[in-house]
């Protein structure tokens, strides 16, 4: 039985890079360290009232040119975020409203990284069971919103200044999560597979609440009344807390596991695979997965030196260039995979 396919994607990030040398200029850390442990060079970041549903729509008009697909043919958007424009609603009916479709369904999930593996699941579901036919799925971040630096002009490279004492210890006190994180955005047009047993052939998805506090926001949510305080913003519980080497660690384990599992259960052989597609945390992180499963390198593509780390974007920013460089094409067999904040992991495997 054939799935549901990728047939057209895009992807867009905002302005101009910014390096780590920039991020040395706010807060304690450099080229050299970031480089070493995570293998990024440089990332994006949006500009104040960019949401990230903006940067959807040019991804998205990118991801329909390249399916030769009009927005009116879209009946289904799934739209990937751990950043949306506004707390509510979700930034799926926004996009949905910016390129002139409003009135289809339009789903906001919120897997964080691990984004992409449930939206292909969800995405063949909803192809199989008759109720889309053409679907716009989509990530994207703004990350900048919780950025722990002030000096946006310094890090842009529009001023050059000392920052304050303050303000660099405030930034210094959030450097293993600042550096990792960019903001984009990337789309997919998707449709049922025209090949016998193409398309998606099947996922393996996990959740962990007990492990939620590896990476999460402490305040700014329902749990407290008003759910946004000044105190809480002073406390800086607006920013992301995150276990950095737990989590590496984690990740590590628990990715080679559900690769060597899905495969185990679709009846698929490690070798058979042409492309591993990585969520782009760290580096280190896929080269460890790489060696435990003897991955040969060229089979587990990175772009993470160039944008960083950009949450639910990552997997289809990196699709979108494999496509587009001709490293994946028709027939191929993918295996996608990725761990993010939840924690919620998991790997799905399609046949393009
Ligand atoms: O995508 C969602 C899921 N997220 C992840 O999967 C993230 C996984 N974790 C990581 O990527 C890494 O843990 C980090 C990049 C966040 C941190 O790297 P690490 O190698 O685990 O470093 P560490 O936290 O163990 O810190 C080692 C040292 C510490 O200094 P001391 O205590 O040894 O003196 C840190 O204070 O490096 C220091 N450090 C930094 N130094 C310069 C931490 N961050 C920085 C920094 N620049 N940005």
């Known amino acids: ?42 990332r994006y970041f949006a500009r104040d009232g960019q949401g990230p549903s903006d940067l959807a729509v040019e991804a998205s008009k990118n991801a329909l040119d390249d399916a030769g697909v009009a927005a009116s043919e879209i009946d289904y958007i799934i739209f990937a975020t751990m950043t949306p424009d506004h707390f509510f609603p979700g930034s799926g009916p926004l996009l949905g409203a910016k390129l002139g479709i409003s009135g289809i369904p339009a789903l906001d999930i919120r897997q964080q990284c691990a984004a992409m593996p449930y939206a292909f699941q969800l995405a063949n579901g909803l192809v199989q069971s008759g109720a889309a036919e053409t679907i716009l799925l989509v990530g994207a971040e703004v990350h900048s919103g919780f950025m722990p630096w002030t000096d946006w002009d310094v890090v842009r490279s529009e001023a050059e200044r ?119 945390a760290n580096d280190r992180i896929n080269q460890a997965v790489r060696q435990a499963l003897r991955i040969p390198p060229e089979k587990i593509p990175s772009n993470i030196a160039r944008y960083g780390n950009t949450s639910a974007a990552t997997i289809g920013i990196l699709t979108d260039e494999l496509r587009r460089d001709g490293t994946i094409g028709e027939g191929d067999l993918l295996c996608f995979l990725a761990l993010g904040a939840g924690l919620n992991w998991g790997a799905a495997l399609l046949r393009l």
């Open 1 to 42: 039985m054939s799935g549901v396919t990728i047939i057209g994607t895009g992807h867009y990030v905002p302005g101009e890079p910014v390096t780590n040398h920039a991020l040395a200029r706010v807060m304690d850390t450099s080229d050299e360290w970031i480089q070493t442990r995570t293998g990024i060079q440089q």
């Open 162 to 280: 000392e920052v304050t004492a303050e303000a660099y210890e405030r930034a210094n006190r959030h450097r293993g999560l600042a550096i990792i994180f960019g903001d984009g955005a990337a789309a997919m047009v998707l449709r049922k597979s025209g090949a016998p047993d193409g398309g998606f052939i099947g996922a393996e998805l996990h959740s962990d609440g007990d492990s939620f506090d590896h990476l999460y926001v402490p305040g700014c949510g329902f749990r407290s009344i008003p759910y946004v305080t000044p105190e809480a913003l002073a406390a800086e519980e607006h920013i992301p807390q995150m276990r950095g080497p737990s989590l590496l660690k984690k990740a590590v384990k628990t990715l080679s596991q559900t690769v060597k599992s899905i495969c185990e259960t679709y009846g698929v052989s490690q070798d058979e695979i042409d492309c591993f597609i990585a969520h782009q």
